[in-house]
């Protein structure tokens, strides 16, 4: 299998890189084939300019960063994106990233003519949220419903693709190293497990 590891933080030593870089190990130690796509160390634009509303209205062209960015899903059978919680949501840069890269006719196609078509069913999508809160608190506040709304149904169903897995790792604050550390460690076995095939998917 192939996968595709993109991480939005702009700090490499934080807690959302390790958690990206354990996941690429489990996943190559599992005998994936993996490719690295760290949005704010390549300077990825979020900006939804007029060239990207032009695409959208039909009147323009594809840019070479936004079909690079494709191309790179594309050879995936499995995308992971691995984030912090800002609002209950993601951040600025991988929003734009999805705003920009997952477009009419690449990720689905919506015209008169076809009606709404889903594109990306081959792909499976995990999301891992590095969040300062505890679940608890989620759980009050409605924020897992909220982020399953938006997110896993808004964004991965709407496309078509599989939704391999969804965590938060709580209180990343707060928790110890050691017991930080450990359910890194959990979160990346799990997803090399499921892309692996030695586990059945229960999103």
Not at 70 to 89: E, G, N, T
Not at 125 to 146: C, E, N, P, W, Y
Not at 154 to 168: N, P, R
């Amino acid at each position: 299998m192939s996968s595709l590891v993109v991480v939005s933080h702009s700090d490499p030593n934080s807690l959302t890189h390790h958690v990206a870089r354990s996941t690429i190990d489990a996943l190559v130690d599992a005998g994936d084939t993996v490719e690295f796509a760290d949005l704010a160390a390549e300077n990825f634009d979020p900006r939804f300019t007029r060239a990207d509303l032009d695409l959208f209205r039909g009147t323009g062209t594809l840019g070479a960063d936004i079909a690079s960015e494709q191309a790179r899903v594309d050879r995936a059978d499995h995308l992971v994106l691995v984030f912090p919680m800002y609002w209950w949501s993601m951040p600025a840069q991988l929003k734009g990233w999805i705003d920009r890269v997952f477009i009419n006719g690449w990720a689905f196609d919506d015209s008169p003519d076809t009606g709404f078509v889903q594109k990306l069913g081959r792909l499976t999508m995990h999301l891992v949220t590095v969040a300062a809160d505890d679940a608890d608190s989620f759980g009050r506040h409605g924020i897992d419903q909220a982020f399953a709304i938006q997110i896993e149904r808004g964004i991965v169903e709407y496309v078509g693709a599989t939704l391999g897995s969804s965590t938060f790792l709580h209180e990343s604050e707060t928790k110890s190293r050691e017991t930080l550390a450990a359910e890194v460690n959990a979160i990346a076995d799990a997803i090399a497990t499921r892309v692996s095939g030695r586990a059945t998917v229960d999103a």
